[in-house]
């Protein structure tokens, strides 16, 4: 069957098809423990089940417009006002179905054919697909000195005449990393000097640790006018408010770019779907508290998570700062990450997602959203399966593994 240049050149999510293997082995009653996933395990507001409740029992359910309900975009502005100090206007947001349709729209919108995209590596396993899906070429930088940030100068050695946007995404997936306030105000003054648009994908902004506070890129715009300005920042109610099925997420842009999008995204899918809108609204304008008891839980498993990695020996850990996520260096006992990945979940059924496809090799992704048992156990077995020292047996459960490998 013949299929478009297009669609032979986009690979699968690899985290969603992790996500499928890990589902369809536990259907099989294997022991599976899913140590990549990318989603926390706290149920969603309350504000937002009874908002998105209240509109299903009208049983008025209907188109909504292409850019997002007013309430929804009156509750984005207002987040925009206390958590980034920005007074913008119903033209300057869009709502899509999740913060990825934002950022595709936007692509959509900025990139002629081969015009480049610059993110740093490690990156988010999304960007360079996104990119080619909308005729740009992904430009990924990776630190000299092997860190998990680059610095302003590698950036700027990688634009050249064709690059059209940077992508920024702190705290990082899959590495956890803060970028430092710096780096971001060197990276906005670039992009402003450059002409360059500067994506700002702060989809886990408010998930910091250690007393750090989240980064307002405005902070160092020296554009005040947001017309004028070609930062765009990206959020969605995915992950702070446990909301990733509702696929919900917004872009903050000038009115010029918000308007074509909007133009995209009328023709691509319409407006979100009502019921999530009305969720996020709820949201948005419910209780919070619901945020800092899951930054919390977050930075207790991160801790226990750390400690366990850091007493496995020849295993090279970076404290994340942020997110549900780590990304340690497994490369002493072996380079290749996907082989290790699939390795572990053949030997003893611990998903983890290979570090190449964040463009990092050697590394292996370990989300720290599940639950303790999951996330102390889960490196039990990578250290059993990985230690040549350690004992011949393990039992899962009633189940007793026996090392046939050395
Ligand atoms: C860095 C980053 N940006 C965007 C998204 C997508 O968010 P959403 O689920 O709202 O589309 C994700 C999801 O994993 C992400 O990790």
Not at 64 to 72: H, M, Q, V, W
Not at 118 to 141: C, H, N, R, T
Not at 159 to 179: D, E, F, H, M, R
């Amino acid at each position: 069957m013949s299929l478009s240049q297009l669609a032979r050149s986009i690979c699968e999510s690899p985290t969603l098809k992790l996500n499928e293997t890990a589902a369809l082995l536990r259907e099989k009653g294997e022991p599976v423990i899913h140590l990549g996933g990318g989603e926390p395990k706290s149920k969603c507001p309350i504000d937002a089940v009874v908002s998105c409740a209240n509109l299903l029992h009208t049983g008025d359910v209907k188109y909504t417009p292409a850019d997002g309900i007013p309430a929804l975009k009156k509750a984005i502005i207002r987040y925009t006002e206390e958590h980034y100090n920005r007074m913008v206007s119903a033209d300057n947001v869009i709502v899509s179905s999740g913060a990825k349709q934002s950022i595709m729209v936007l692509l959509h919108a900025i990139l002629d054919p081969k015009e480049e995209v610059i993110f740093p590596v490690p990156f988010w396993v999304s960007y360079p697909e996104m990119v080619k899906l909308a005729g740009g070429v992904p430009v990924p930088v990776a630190a000299r000195d092997g860190s998990f940030q680059p610095s302003v100068e590698e950036i700027a050695e990688a634009v050249g005449p064709y690059t059209k946007a940077i992508i920024l995404n702190s705290p990082n997936n899959p590495s956890g990393a803060v970028y430092s306030e710096e780096f971001v105000a060197g990276i906005v003054e670039l992009c402003e000097k450059r002409s360059l648009y500067l994506i700002m994908d702060d989809t886990y902004n408010r998930l910091i640790f250690d007393g750090r506070q989240p980064t307002n890129c405005y902070r160092y715009t020296g554009v005040h006018n947001i017309d004028s300005s070609k930062l765009v920042v990206i959020n969605c109610v995915s992950k702070m408010y446990a909301m990733t099925g509702f696929r919900i997420g917004w872009a903050v842009a000038s009115k010029t770019i918000v308007r074509a999008m909007t133009n995209i995204q009328s023709q691509e899918t319409s407006g979100p779907a009502a019921p999530s809108q009305w969720a996020a609204v709820g949201a948005l304008n419910g209780v919070q508290s619901s945020i800092e008891s899951l930054r919390l839980t977050l930075e207790n498993n991160r801790n226990v998570l750390i400690k366990h990695l850091q007493a496995f020996d020849g295993v090279k850990v970076t404290k994340p700062g942020g997110t549900f996520y780590s990304f340690p260096d497994f490369s002493a006992f072996e380079k290749d990450s996907q082989k290790l990945s699939r390795f572990l979940l053949e030997k003893v059924r611990v998903v983890t997602v290979p570090g190449r496809e964040f463009g990092m090799e050697g590394h292996l992704r370990i989300s720290f959203c599940g639950t303790m048992k999951e996330i102390t156990e889960g490196v039990d077995r990578i250290k059993w399966a990985l230690d040549p020292n350690a004992p011949n047996e393990l039992f899962l459960g009633d189940r007793k593994l026996v090392r046939d490998w050395r």
